[in-house]
């Protein structure tokens, strides 16, 4: 009986740290990961507006390194530096949903805790690691990191 | 006569600058934010990189969302959202296509806050639906933020719950979203 009840007991705190760790599993740490691809945000765009379904499959959910030029540079609602890199040329359009999805660039929002030290400037080339997510608006990678240019 | 067509070209002339001028604000980093509440725990997500148009003057309003883009606070719900509900690597994108009834009421002259109903389709897993939203836009300066709050349920849009946690989950998902426009430049 003693026996039955400690392997119980060892069973029961197995169990729950076990569930415990699967529930609170760490989110992906895209910082710390190579990347899957490297490329420059031009030929990335150019993959996007010739067969979006092809290239969404190849970079979804893979980290990617992308170099280009800084377009322009904004923070979002939850206060995260968002660097947007030139890509292609944007295409006219009537229709205001094709209008909104042939902007034409990378958009690279940054990690939380990114160092308000290094935000590059409007012109600057630089390169930049993140998880893409797909393209919407723009090709759109989260969670990104600055890669230094001598790595 | 030829003054006619002279003051008939100055007024086509007029209103072709009249449309020109900005009718229409952007975001690439709109905010939506959904929550699902059970009694066990709630689940919650925001994505931050939404894009949207608005045409101030004829109150359509558009909204592309990558599904990837949704960030949780548990990692778990993240990967079964994805893979199980919304079937991200098939349905990667949900998009909202609509009009801001009430946008007449809108005065971009002076600051405000306007009561408004937004009105569309959105779809989402391979599905489209009628949606409707009561909302508010706010005029701020320069911008102009629009915010609405609605609820969809699960099954509407074919996603599945796994039988082993059918009962415990909640087939309402209330959504929060919240545009901060800038004027959308000329090209």
Known sequence: MKYFLIILLVFVIGGTSVLYYIFNKPHRNVSAEKPSYCCDAKSLCCEFQKNETTATEKYLNKVIQVNGIVESIEKNQKGCLVVVLSGGKSAESSDLMAELESSGTVSCTFVEKHENNSVPEKGDQITVKGLCTGKAMDVVLIECTFVKNSE | ?187
């Open chain 2, 1 to 187: 006569m030829r003054i006619r067509i002279a003051s008939l070209v100055l007024f086509l002339g007029f209103c072709a600058i009249s449309v020109s001028a900005q009718d229409k604000y952007f975001t690439r980093n709109g905010h939506i934010y959904f929550i699902s509440r059970m009694d066990f725990i709630d689940l919650d997500a925001n994505n931050y990189q939404v894009g949207s148009i608005l045409n101030i003057q004829t109150g359509e309003m558009v909204v592309t969302v990558l599904n990837k883009s949704f960030q949780f606070k548990y990692a778990l719900a993240e990967e079964h959202f994805n893979e199980n509900y919304m079937e991200t690597h098939k349905y990667p994108k949900s998009s909202f296509k609509g009009f801001v009834k009430e946008i007449e009421n809108v005065d971009l002259s002076k600051n405000g806050e306007y009561e408004v109903t937004v009105r569309g389709d959105l779809s989402m897993h391979g599905i489209t639906k009628a949606v409707s939203a009561k909302g508010k836009i706010t005029k701020d300066g320069q911008g102009i933020t629009a915010k609405a709050s609605f609820s969809i349920l699960l099954k509407d849009y074919k996603m599945k719950i796994p039988s082993i946690v059918a009962d415990k989950v909640n087939e309402l998902i209330e959504i929060e979203v919240i545009f901060e426009y800038k004027p959308l430049p000329e090209k």
